[in-house]
């Protein structure tokens, strides 16, 4: 027994692919998986600062002191990217529609409109005041309480002054026996330190953010001190709508799934099929079919081109059973075109990956335990597995060095933050970035795979 233990530990040695699976890959995953859900709840050491900022534009309509100091105490937090702009300094005037837009494409994650006559009305202990403006892409579902936490928290620091001095104007109208003329002159002196502190603080915040922790205030609840209105950016405005904005939320979602399912398979499928060509080589197979052909490089273009029309059949038969199945709105004219294009591409880059993995891989067995890992650690970062909204800030930065990253921020450009009233050449023109690295991948993959696969050309 004890000789038969080590014969099996040395042929384990031997394997470092199914060393590396059984040790090493395990590691890897924990870590991937720990970073983003320790990152998630501030932990690990990182604190809040490992979390990826939202990133936000605010259209300041009021350009009073109280909205100005509120918006420099949201620009202080750390969960957010804050963008402000002014009427009175833009060229091109903007509204609300303007930043729906903005958010709709995915510029930002979320967008802020300060109603004129906000700070007049600042603080809204009755709740009858103009409302903020929250527009929230609702492919984020942490920006609404996150950007509402955040907001309600600033509030309490952006203008302490004024809240002292409305709830006195409250207390002087119902009770403003109560006040001596000396207590009056004190409370004014006191409003005007706190004016001077708040000031000061604004100041300081501009050249340095401070550390705070607003999200801890109102999470729950998005009136206190401000009122806010939320609407995600692709809700209508026009009732007569609604019925059809619900079925396209359910759509973009169908899709997001569909994509990062699809992709992770795919890359499963065709590395499975490229490892035909080892078979052929153990076989002895493969010789003959080089010493008839003499050229590895036809080999490997018929291969690529057969695993890619392979894929291309797959990735049709994920999405078309998403449209009929869970109502994926895949029929038109843009979504099936930028569809088609993604898909063939896709495809082709997925199988050029595994006609490079089963070049550069001796045996079946060792392409099986690399693909493996390659595709595994890919899929993770990539957002197929966990959504990328939920990644501290590196791993999402991470992710745009892997396939599945590109390929579905390429889909969801086509199904999620499609623009209904794009042309057909707008439209395209939104995953150019993902069609071309697409293809760069592709290209690098086969000039890899054609310069392993020498091996094989008969002298």
């Known amino acids: 027994m004890r000789t038969l233990l080590w014969v099996s530990w040395l042929n384990l040695l031997r394997d470092k692919v199914a060393l590396g699976t059984v040790f090493v890959l395990p590691v890897i995953f924990f870590s991937i998986f720990a970073a983003i859900f320790v990152g998630m709840s501030g932990g690990g050491g990182g604190g809040s600062s490992a979390v990826q900022k939202l990133n936000v534009v605010a259209l300041d309509l009021d350009e009073s002191r109280v909205s100005q100091s509120l918006l420099g105490q949201l620009q202080s937090t750390t969960e957010l990217e804050l963008t402000v702009q002014r009427p009175s300094e833009l060229t091109q005037a903007k509204n609300r529609d303007d930043i729906r837009q903005e958010v709709r494409?995915?510029?930002?994650?979320?967008?802020?409109?300060?109603?004129?006559?906000?700070?007049?009305?600042?603080?809204d202990?009755?709740?009858?005041?103009?409302?903020?403006?929250l527009i929230y892409d609702g492919a984020n579902p942490m920006a609404?309480?996150?950007i509402g936490g955040v907001m309600q928290g600033s509030a309490f620091t952006a203008a302490p002054d004024l809240m002292m001095e409305r709830g006195?104007?409250?207390?002087?109208?119902n009770a403003g026996w109560f006040l001596t003329d000396q207590q009056r002159t004190i409370?004014?002196?006191?409003?005007?330190?706190?004016?001077?502190?708040?000031?000061?603080?604004?100041?300081?915040?501009?050249?340095?953010?401070e550390d705070t922790n607003a999200t801890d205030v109102g999470l729950n609840a998005l009136n206190g001190l401000v009122r806010i209105s939320a609407s995600e950016a692709r809700d209508d405005t026009d009732r007569a709508q609604q019925q059809n904005q619900a079925k396209r939320k359910r759509s973009s979602m169908t899709a997001y799934y569909a994509a990062g399912i699809g992709v992770m398979f795919l890359l499963f499928s065709t590395a499975g099929a490229a490892g035909s060509i080892l078979d052929e080589e153990e076989s002895g197979t493969l010789e003959r079919v080089l010493s008839a052909i003499r050229s590895s490089q036809k080999l490997l273009l018929g291969k690529w081109l057969f695993y890619g029309l392979m894929g291309v059949v797959q990735l049709v038969i994920m999405f078309v059973f998403a449209w009929l199945v869970f109502g994926l709105d895949l029929w038109t004219v843009n979504h099936a075109v930028g569809f088609a294009l993604m898909t063939v591409l896709t495809a082709a880059a997925a199988s050029a990956l595994g006609v490079m993995l089963a070049t550069i891989c001796?045996?079946?067995a060792q392409l099986n335990g690399v693909s493996t890992v390659v595709i595994l650690i890919m899929s993770a970062l990539g957002g197929s597995m966990v959504p990328r909204f939920v990644m501290p800030a590196f791993m999402q930065k991470t992710s745009k060095f892997t396939f599945n990253g590109w390929a579905l921020?390429?889909?969801?450009?086509?199904f999620w933050y499609d623009d209904p009233n794009h042309s057909l050449v707008q439209s395209v023109a939104t995953i150019v970035p993902q069609l071309a690295m697409l293809v760069a991948m592709t290209v690098a993959f086969l000039l890899v795979a054609r310069s392993a696969a020498k091996r094989w050309e008969v002298q």
């Open 105 to 123: 494409t995915g510029k930002y994650n979320a967008g802020l409109v300060i109603p004129a006559d906000f700070g007049r009305h600042f603080p």
């Open 125 to 133: 202990f009755a709740g009858q005041g103009p409302a903020i403006e």
């Open 144 to 146: 609404k309480p996150m």
């Open 168 to 173: 006195f104007e409250f207390l002087d109208q």
């Open 187 to 209: 409370l004014q002196a006191l409003q005007q330190q706190l004016r001077d502190a708040t000031s000061l603080a604004n100041n300081e915040n501009s050249d340095e953010s």
């Open 362 to 364: 001796r045996t079946r």
């Open 409 to 414: 921020d390429g889909y969801l450009n086509v």
